[in-house]
Protein backbone atom coordinates (compact mmCIF):
# COMPACT_ATOMS: atom_id res chain seq x y z
CA UNK A 1 0.00 0.00 0.00
CA UNK A 2 1.49 3.36 -1.05
CA UNK A 3 0.17 6.86 0.63
CA UNK A 4 -1.59 9.53 -1.38
CA UNK A 5 0.53 12.94 -2.03
CA UNK A 6 0.88 14.44 1.43
CA UNK A 7 -0.92 11.58 3.61
CA UNK A 8 0.79 8.79 5.23
CA UNK A 9 -0.60 5.04 5.65
CA UNK A 10 0.33 1.80 7.86
CA UNK A 11 1.66 -0.92 5.88
CA UNK A 12 -0.56 -4.03 5.54
CA UNK A 13 -0.44 -5.94 8.51
CA UNK A 14 0.41 -9.87 8.21
CA UNK A 15 -1.54 -12.19 9.88
CA UNK A 16 1.19 -14.09 11.41
CA UNK A 17 1.80 -12.19 14.93
CA UNK A 18 5.78 -13.12 15.17
CA UNK A 19 6.72 -10.47 11.84
CA UNK A 20 8.28 -8.30 13.27
CA UNK A 21 6.72 -4.31 12.19
CA UNK A 22 9.89 -2.84 11.05
CA UNK A 23 10.95 -5.51 9.53
CA UNK A 24 7.50 -5.99 7.64
CA UNK A 25 7.69 -1.88 6.37
CA UNK A 26 11.29 -2.19 5.54
CA UNK A 27 10.48 -4.48 2.89
CA UNK A 28 7.16 -3.02 2.06
CA UNK A 29 9.68 0.19 1.67
CA UNK A 30 12.39 -1.54 -1.09
CA UNK A 31 9.26 -3.05 -3.58
CA UNK A 32 7.71 0.51 -3.83
CA UNK A 33 7.93 1.90 -7.55
CA UNK A 34 6.66 5.66 -7.19
CA UNK A 35 6.47 7.92 -9.96
CA UNK A 36 9.27 10.32 -10.56
CA UNK A 37 9.39 13.37 -7.97
CA UNK A 38 8.10 11.36 -5.09
CA UNK A 39 10.04 9.80 -2.19
CA UNK A 40 9.44 7.33 0.71
CA UNK A 41 10.42 7.14 4.35
CA UNK A 42 9.65 5.29 7.42
CA UNK A 43 8.74 7.39 9.74
CA UNK A 44 7.50 6.18 13.36
CA UNK A 45 5.93 3.09 12.11
CA UNK A 46 4.17 4.59 8.93
CA UNK A 47 5.30 4.62 4.99
CA UNK A 48 4.84 8.21 4.33
CA UNK A 49 5.30 9.51 0.51
CA UNK A 50 5.80 13.27 -0.22
CA UNK A 51 5.91 14.87 -3.54
CA UNK A 52 9.59 17.14 -4.52
CA UNK A 53 8.93 20.20 -2.57
CA UNK A 54 7.72 23.33 -4.63
CA UNK A 55 10.47 26.18 -6.08
CA UNK A 56 10.64 28.15 -2.71
CA UNK A 57 11.59 24.40 -1.13
CA UNK A 58 14.64 24.05 -3.63
CA UNK A 59 15.76 27.43 -3.18
CA UNK A 60 16.13 27.56 0.11
CA UNK A 61 17.94 24.30 0.78
CA UNK A 62 20.00 24.71 -2.25
CA UNK A 63 21.13 28.33 -0.32
CA UNK A 64 21.76 26.57 2.60
CA UNK A 65 23.82 23.61 1.37
CA UNK A 66 25.79 25.64 -1.51
CA UNK A 67 26.72 27.92 1.78
CA UNK A 68 27.79 25.06 4.11
CA UNK A 69 29.72 23.54 1.12
CA UNK A 70 32.28 26.74 1.61
CA UNK A 71 32.06 26.80 5.19
CA UNK A 72 33.19 23.30 5.27
CA UNK A 73 35.62 23.50 2.69
CA UNK A 74 39.14 21.95 3.66
CA UNK A 75 37.38 20.12 5.95
CA UNK A 76 36.68 15.96 6.13
CA UNK A 77 32.82 16.72 6.19
CA UNK A 78 30.72 17.54 2.90
CA UNK A 79 26.84 18.58 2.84
CA UNK A 80 25.05 16.43 0.94
CA UNK A 81 20.94 16.17 -0.48
CA UNK A 82 18.90 13.69 -1.87
CA UNK A 83 20.20 10.78 0.00
CA UNK A 84 18.73 8.43 2.93
CA UNK A 85 19.47 8.61 6.47
CA UNK A 86 19.10 4.69 7.82
CA UNK A 87 18.50 4.05 11.46
CA UNK A 88 17.36 0.52 12.72
CA UNK A 89 15.42 -0.18 9.24
CA UNK A 90 13.68 3.57 9.92
CA UNK A 91 14.38 5.51 6.60
CA UNK A 92 14.71 9.58 6.36
CA UNK A 93 15.69 11.68 3.46
CA UNK A 94 16.54 15.09 4.92
CA UNK A 95 17.15 18.08 2.79
CA UNK A 96 20.59 18.53 3.78
CA UNK A 97 22.77 16.99 6.30
CA UNK A 98 26.25 17.11 6.57
CA UNK A 99 28.16 13.28 6.74
CA UNK A 100 31.84 12.55 5.94
CA UNK A 101 33.86 13.62 3.23
CA UNK A 102 34.57 9.19 2.57
CA UNK A 103 30.56 8.76 2.67
CA UNK A 104 30.69 5.17 0.85
CA UNK A 105 32.25 3.94 4.04
CA UNK A 106 29.02 4.87 5.89
CA UNK A 107 26.71 3.04 3.74
CA UNK A 108 24.96 -0.20 4.18
CA UNK A 109 25.51 -2.94 2.08
CA UNK A 110 22.69 -3.47 -0.10
CA UNK A 111 23.83 1.10 -0.87
CA UNK A 112 20.50 2.20 -0.10
CA UNK A 113 21.54 5.09 2.26
CA UNK A 114 23.96 6.11 4.49
CA UNK A 115 23.88 5.16 8.74
CA UNK A 116 22.55 7.46 11.17
CA UNK A 117 25.68 7.09 13.21
CA UNK A 118 28.10 9.37 10.10
CA UNK A 119 25.37 11.75 10.00
CA UNK A 120 26.24 15.03 12.40
CA UNK A 121 23.49 17.31 11.10
CA UNK A 122 20.47 17.32 9.30
CA UNK A 123 18.29 20.16 8.32
CA UNK A 124 14.51 19.96 6.73
CA UNK A 125 12.79 23.24 5.03
CA UNK A 126 9.11 22.94 5.97
CA UNK A 127 6.79 22.59 3.37
CA UNK A 128 2.94 23.60 3.38
CA UNK A 129 0.00 21.67 4.70
CA UNK A 130 -1.23 20.67 7.64
CA UNK A 131 0.19 17.14 7.83
CA UNK A 132 3.53 18.08 5.58
CA UNK A 133 4.46 20.78 8.58
CA UNK A 134 3.54 18.17 10.99
CA UNK A 135 6.22 15.81 9.69
CA UNK A 136 8.57 18.08 9.92
CA UNK A 137 8.07 19.59 13.22
CA UNK A 138 7.04 16.42 15.02
CA UNK A 139 7.48 12.99 13.83
CA UNK A 140 10.90 13.85 12.04
CA UNK A 141 12.21 15.32 14.65
CA UNK A 142 11.59 12.60 17.48
CA UNK A 143 13.10 10.40 14.47
CA UNK A 144 16.07 12.66 14.19
CA UNK A 145 16.49 12.98 17.88
CA UNK A 146 15.72 9.04 18.40
CA UNK A 147 18.73 8.05 15.94
CA UNK A 148 20.74 10.40 17.94
CA UNK A 149 21.66 13.21 15.50
CA UNK A 150 23.09 15.96 17.04
CA UNK A 151 21.98 18.69 15.80
CA UNK A 152 18.30 19.43 13.59
CA UNK A 153 17.68 22.85 11.65
CA UNK A 154 13.90 23.39 10.60
CA UNK A 155 13.35 26.18 8.37
CA UNK A 156 9.60 27.05 8.69
CA UNK A 157 7.86 29.23 6.10
CA UNK A 158 4.46 29.01 8.38
CA UNK A 159 5.51 29.54 11.77
CA UNK A 160 4.17 32.76 12.10
CA UNK A 161 6.58 35.03 9.65
CA UNK A 162 9.05 32.37 9.21
CA UNK A 163 11.92 30.78 11.86
CA UNK A 164 14.80 28.81 12.48
CA UNK A 165 14.81 26.64 15.32
CA UNK A 166 18.10 25.05 15.93
CA UNK A 167 17.68 21.51 18.13
CA UNK A 168 20.74 19.86 19.59
CA UNK A 169 21.49 17.72 22.37
CA UNK A 170 19.00 14.33 21.54
CA UNK A 171 17.48 11.68 23.83
CA UNK A 172 17.66 8.74 21.84
CA UNK A 173 15.27 7.04 24.72
CA UNK A 174 12.66 9.86 24.97
CA UNK A 175 13.09 10.84 21.19
CA UNK A 176 13.22 14.49 22.17
CA UNK A 177 16.06 17.33 21.85
CA UNK A 178 17.40 18.83 25.08
CA UNK A 179 18.10 21.97 24.08
CA UNK A 180 16.27 24.55 21.24
CA UNK A 181 17.03 28.14 20.23
CA UNK A 182 13.82 29.33 18.05
CA UNK A 183 14.24 32.90 16.04
CA UNK A 184 12.51 34.68 13.58
CA UNK A 185 13.49 35.12 9.89
CA UNK A 186 16.32 38.69 9.75
CA UNK A 187 17.79 37.12 13.18
CA UNK A 188 21.16 34.77 12.43
CA UNK A 189 21.39 31.94 14.34
CA UNK A 190 24.36 30.16 14.45
CA UNK A 191 24.77 26.37 14.62
CA UNK A 192 26.73 25.57 18.13
CA UNK A 193 28.45 22.49 17.16
CA UNK A 194 29.71 19.81 15.35
CA UNK A 195 31.60 20.45 12.10
CA UNK A 196 29.63 23.29 10.97
CA UNK A 197 29.82 25.00 14.31
CA UNK A 198 29.61 29.02 13.63
CA UNK A 199 27.90 28.68 10.73
CA UNK A 200 25.04 31.28 10.97
CA UNK A 201 21.72 30.72 9.24
CA UNK A 202 21.14 34.31 8.47
CA UNK A 203 18.31 35.98 6.18
CA UNK A 204 20.69 35.20 2.91
CA UNK A 205 19.61 31.52 3.22
CA UNK A 206 15.85 32.27 4.72
CA UNK A 207 15.03 35.38 2.39
CA UNK A 208 12.72 38.13 3.92
CA UNK A 209 10.25 37.34 6.74
CA UNK A 210 6.38 36.63 5.27
CA UNK A 211 4.78 40.00 5.35
Not at 187 to 206: L, Q
Amino acid sequence: MTALVGERTEAPMMCDAEVDLDEALWQAWKTLELPEGFHAEIVEGFIEVSPTGRSRHGIVFNRLRRRVEKFLEGSEWLAYQDMNVLHDKKILMPDVFIGPDDLEAALDEDGIGVSAESVVLVAEVVPPGRDATERGRVRKRRAYARAGIPVYVLIDDHDGHGTVTVLTSPSRKEAVYAAETRVPYGTAVEIPEGPAKGFAITEEITGEPSA
